[in-house]
């Protein structure tokens, strides 16, 4: 996907992009699968056609009533009956149907727009979901969001200009200048031929040069976004730092930009519409002093004056919808253009054709001999080979920069292996369909985060469809249900953003609780913990032991004293197994384990 950095100054190729863009949205007018989305689409065209011929023959009908007041003569028979007030309640009534079909077929196609638009808003969410962590941690959310809202608000607008603009408008020109020839002669077709063309041309060169400012507009404004975002999510820190003018100049810095941008597309706004309406008036003028010349000369009538004046009229109408259309096309595309980029930025991590469900029997866990590296310059793992047995807890640990964390990310599979395997009950990661890995391993990270939601959600985030009782033992299991039923609003107390209203002890319970209600055969703590304080941590230590009973469990760990009592604990530095087994058999052995306990003890007891 293309940066969403402003200084990314790299051209693309825009009418590739255009026509790309065109064609994954012209789909959903004419989905297979949906013969009714078809019919409404058949039924809206057909109310567009009936709209732009009762369009085109009303001017005939203005001109009648015309020469009835001043050349009854030269009107035809069965319409001169009609008379004058009769012939202008006609054209009247014609201006009116032209109206309402125009009207009936926007609710027949409106369906069709708002289906459009929910099933690209879930495609690109399903899809954003889908991508790898990597791309995740490397884009800015602020950013990643306002691309998907102008992207997924431009598609409604493109449909209706595929189906309703193009097409039409071209029809009704072709109809326009026909009738032209037909009542007239063809030098008044050929002043109005050259007249579209020019304007035509004139609107797609300067629409052209209008999108490069638009697209510098849409970045200042991500930009923008971006640091406003990015600044709220931080409220605490920039509290700390007393940063508030600090955020406030570099939002504002941003901001200017935009504004600066928004100026230069305003005003080669003006430039476009100032050159659009004097090649229009040109030619209007042209036509009718040509019309002029033929009522002096008697050629035509007073109505047929009157008619050709319409005529042009409706002609400037179209054209004028040509010019915005083009420009807010041009412009939709542009905003589409990085949901496109972004729908079809590859997964990193896919299951492989035929991958079957992970059948967990015991919960062995295996890496045999596993490399990877986040770059492929840095190393991060090196040939690490460790087994964890059916229900056994083993803990990993080692200085920062081990490895340990990535060792919790490739188990669930956020990356894959670029060398080695790792195995669950004898099956490797990579085989195995990506939905029933995650749904067999729990996960309690080392900072919890919640959504702005109730407790209650949060906790039945756990397990899809589960009831109140099972949402209640989670949390009793996990210790928390007192201190929710103390709550005013019990489970239906709000969070608030990222968890932000709870304590740290109080939303890592709710983590255990939500991990607890899923129920998983394997459970991995990732530095659980290391964020709390000590007495915290001790409490919340006694349930993560209850939690582990019966399971295979991996423990993450930075303070050792936490993982004294596992079955075995593996020693990492530098992305390779330097020491395994127990505690007490570590401690006897002297080694690197030992060095870093009694360097955490030392660091305690100074810290007391």
Excluded: C
């Excluded at 055969?521 to 939690?547: F, G, H, K, V, Y």
């Amino acid at each position: 996907m293309r940066s969403l950095s402003p200084t990314d100054a790299a051209p693309r190729a825009d009418r590739s992009a255009s026509w790309r863009t065109v064609r994954r949205t012209a789909p959903y007018l004419w989905p297979r699968d949906q013969p009714w989305v078809r019919r409404r689409v058949a039924v809206a065209v057909g109310l567009l056609v009936v709209a732009k011929i009762i369009t085109v023959l009303t001017p005939v009908l203005f001109g009648w009533a015309a020469d009835t007041l001043t050349d009854p003569g030269r009107v035809p028979g069965g319409a001169l009956a009609l008379g004058a007030l009769g012939l202008t309640l006609a054209y009247g009534l014609s201006r009116i149907l032209t109206i309402a079909f125009q009207q009936l077929r926007d609710v027949v196609f409106s369906r069709v727009g708002q289906r459009a638009l929910r099933m690209i808003a879930l495609e690109t969410f399903r899809h954003i979901h889908a991508l790898s962590l990597r791309y995740h941690i490397t884009r800015k959310t602020g950013g990643l969001s306002r691309v998907i809202e102008r992207g997924v608000k431009g598609v409604d607008y493109v449909l209706r200009i595929l189906l309703f603009s193009l097409g039409p408008l071209v029809l009704e020109l072709l109809l326009t200048a026909g009738m032209l020839w037909f009542l007239f002669d063809a030098w008044y077709l050929a002043v109005v031929a050259v007249t579209v063309a020019a304007y035509v041309v004139y609107t797609f060169v300067v629409t052209e040069w209008r999108v490069r400012i638009r697209r510098e507009m849409n970045d200042q404004d991500t930009r923008a976004n971006q640091r406003a975002v990015d600044s709220l999510l931080n409220y605490e820190t920039v509290k700390y730092f007393g940063a508030e003018d600090r955020e406030a100049r570099r939002y504002d810095e941003a901001m200017a930009a935009y504004a600066e941008a928004a100026v230069r597309t305003n005003n080669s706004l003006a430039a476009l519409n100032f050159g659009q309406g004097l090649l229009i008036n040109l030619g209007l003028i042209a036509v009718m002093l040509m019309a002029a010349r033929g009522v002096q000369a008697g050629a035509l009538t007073v109505g047929e004056f009157v008619m050709v004046n319409t005529y042009m009229i409706q002609i400037t109408s179209p054209l004028n919808f040509l010019g915005s259309m083009y420009r807010d096309i041009r412009q939709a595309l542009v905003d589409m253009d990085d949901m496109f980029d972004l729908l079809e930025q590859p997964a990193e991590v896919r299951d492989r054709p035929g991958a079957e469900p992970l059948e967990v029997t015991g919960g062995e866990i295996v890496f045999d001999r596993v490399e990877f590296g986040y770059d492929p310059e840095r190393p991060i793992l090196k040939g690490l080979s460790f087994r964890v047995a059916p229900g056994q807890t083993v803990a990993i640990v080692g200085s920062t920069g081990a490895g340990k964390s990535t060792i919790g990310r490739l188990i669930f599979r956020f990356y894959d292996v670029t060398g080695g395997a790792i195995r669950i009950d004898g099956q490797d990661l990579r085989d195995v369909a990506q939905e029933s890995l995650h749904a067999r391993i729990g996960v309690v990270p080392q900072d919890t985060v919640l959504f702005n939601d109730t407790i209650g959600y949060n906790i039945g985030y756990g397990r899809d469809g589960a009831t109140q009782a099972e949402i209640e033992g989670a949390a009793r299991a996990a210790r928390i249900h007192d201190f929710i039923a103390s709550l005013p609003q019990g489970y239906d107390t709000q969070v608030g953003e990222r968890g932000l209203k709870l304590s740290g002890g109080e939303k890592q319970r709710v983590g255990i609780a939500r991990t607890l209600l899923k129920d998983p055969p394997i459970l991995l703590l990732d530095e659980a913990t290391s964020a709390l304080d000590t007495a915290t941590e001790a409490s919340i230590q006694e349930e993560l032991r209850a939690m582990g009973r019966g399971r295979s469990v991996i423990v993450i760990a930075h303070r050792l004293s936490t993982v004294a009592d596992a079955d075995r604990i593996v020693v990492l530095e530098d992305g390779r197994l330097v020491e395994e087994g127990s505690h007490d058999a570590l401690l006897a052995r002297g080694g690197r384990y030992a060095e870093l306990w009694s360097r955490q003890s030392l660091d305690e007891e100074l810290a007391a």
